[in-house]
């Protein structure tokens, strides 16, 4: 089967959950539903083939238990994470930064991100995913690091994910720095605007990176998709 020439659709779910489907897959990247206002569905509407889990805080572990257990779907993170999910009876797979995996819809390339881990002993990580042939990076929880620019070396990206709230990531003056070092076709700012802690702009990244980067900013509202 190609893996190029399907239309990818990148759906952000609020905070910093995004879920990516094509050819009759879906990835669903740190699914935090419950308890989260910003939410556009609720637990019960979400299927999924794949969870990828960044850390194990509660607002990015989320709802994996659940919906992975109503989809029978299988939890891609790092040993840690994975081993806490397993304790859950749910199907993992580990992996660790610098990892990379083939799937069937592509590869997960596991990468890292300056956060907690949220479990003892482990780290936080991001995933640049190849899904049907677009290379589409999840930052997770980060904060600015300068490695960012051999990720965009190594995978040259079609979209970015990237934080902007501030306080416990990369505000919107450092996520300019980082889409810069990225240099993404297209980014689309998360983890903004959920508590007034992480009040941020988008519109203000937005005018910042197409003045100084000149990448295309894409501003989702919760339960808006982006096709590509």
């Not at 799937?103 to 002993?121: K, Q």
């Not at 889409?179 to 297209?186: G, H």
Request: net charge negative; hydrophobic share 40%.
């Amino acid at each position: 089967m190609s893996m190029t020439g399907e239309t990818v659709r990148a759906r952000w779910l609020g905070h910093g959950t995004v879920e990516l489907s094509s050819s009759g897959k879906t990835l669903l990247f740190d699914p935090f539903i419950s308890g989260n206002q910003s939410a556009p569905v609720k637990v019960e509407e979400l299927k999924a083939d794949y969870i990828l889990v960044s850390h194990a805080h509660f607002d990015h572990l989320g709802d994996t238990e659940t919906i992975a257990k109503s989809s029978d779907a299988l939890v891609i993170s790092t040993a840690e994470v994975a081993g806490l999910c397993q304790k859950k009876g749910l199907k993992t797979h580990g992996m660790h930064i610098g990892g990379k995996r083939a799937f069937d819809f592509g590869y997960v390339r596991v990468t890292p991100a300056l956060h907690g881990a949220g479990v003892e002993g482990g780290h936080a990580c991001g995933f640049v995913v190849q899904f049907y042939g677009r290379r589409i990076y999840l930052a997770g929880d980060t904060g600015l690091f300068s490695d960012m620019k051999l990720i965009g070396e190594l995978e040259p990206l079609d979209l970015a994910f990237l934080p902007i709230g501030d306080n416990f990531t990369m505000g919107v003056d450092d996520a300019v720095i980082a889409t810069e070092f990225l240099k993404p076709k297209v980014v689309i700012p998360v983890h903004y605007n959920t508590w007034p802690l992480i009040q941020a702009d988008p519109f203000d990244f937005q005018k910042k990176v197409e003045a100084r980067v000149g990448a295309r900013v894409v501003v989702l509202r919760p339960g808006e998709a982006f096709e590509f």
